[in-house]
């Protein structure tokens, strides 16, 4: 999607688990018909791995006749990941990709040098009114992999790996977790995993990642004799191995990998590891340098800040 990121402070943003090195309160931002909130970038946190965006999107219901409408927009230097809970959105880019991206699907776009893509409503969930609830993050790429040629993969539902143990169910959306490996190919070492946990049920987020978070959805949960509501994210110490307690049901994303080898760049939707990089692609949108999305005429302009 297209964002203009802020990161500043928020009152609640303090942590007392010894497991923890942060918790973020996410920002909330009514973008029109849904609200958003941003966890990533944040003032005292710009990653977690190789995460540098991470928004909430909804829940919002949109009524009958309308609808989420993203106009064409750019990016270079990330990957984008689409992850829904409910509702559909349809996903068009410049390397002629059409696809319609359903509840637990993996939708990877690699922007590389440059891609542009909208996202909207799809016309029966446009004509019937729908819940949007989801999951909206962006990995930056390694320096090696900036420049590389856009690609885009889609992963159904029932293509990524399930674990199920009682109260816990996981979809293994990147990466390997509970004994799962996705399937989906990534040019770094990061996860992604959907947890849902009964209220009283337990799940490990073991160390063999460098840098992990959580992201609680919904409910709340316990780690290390701490409670934590939804929305919160959970910066933990490396090296540790962490128990989650739901207190109540909870709904989590699991994330993180190796960090990056430097700081990077964010502005509007570019983010590179150099600043020159970002003011050629403002100059490359600006002047319609970028490949069109198939199937649209319209598009977000260069902001002017």
Known sequence: MSWLPTDEPQPGDRKSCEALELVV????????????????????????????????????????????????HPHIGLATVTYLFDGAIMHR???????????????????GRGIAHSERSPDLQRRNGQRVYGIQSWVALPKA??????????????GLPIVEDGNIRAR???????????????????????????????????????????????????VAGDRFE????LVLRPGDRITIKAV???????LGGAALEGPRYIWWNFVSSSQERIEQAKEDWKQGRFDKVVGETDFIPLPDK
């Not at 909330?28 to 018909?33: F, L, R, T, V």
């Not at 005292?44 to 965006?53: L, Q, S, T």
Request: hydrophobic share 45%; charged share 25%.
């Open 248 to 254: 109540r049901d909870a709904r989590m994303m699991f």
């Open 230 to 233: 939804a929305p919160r994210l």
């Open 145 to 158: 992999h900036e420049e590389t040629a856009p690609s885009f993969q889609h992963f159904a539902a029932d």
């Open 93 to 111: 880019d410049s390397l002629g990709n059409v696809e319609e991206i359903l509840p637990g699907a993996m939708n990877l776009m690699t922007a």
């Open 25 to 72: 309160v996410p920002r909330a931002h009514d973008i029109g018909n849904m609200e958003v909130r941003r966890a990533l970038p944040y003032a005292k946190r710009r990653m977690v791995g190789p995460f540098i965006f991470l928004d909430q999107m909804g829940p919002a219901d949109m009524a009958p006749g309308s609808g989420m409408d993203v106009r064409p």
């Open 172 to 222: 293994v959306i990147a990466g390997s977790a509970f004994g799962a490996k996705s399937h989906v190919t990534t040019l770094s070492d990061w996860f992604y995993v959907d947890v849902s946990l009964g209220a009283g049920a337990t799940a490990p987020l073991d160390p063999d990642y460098e840098e992990r978070a959580i992201y609680i959805c919904e409910g709340e949960i316990e």
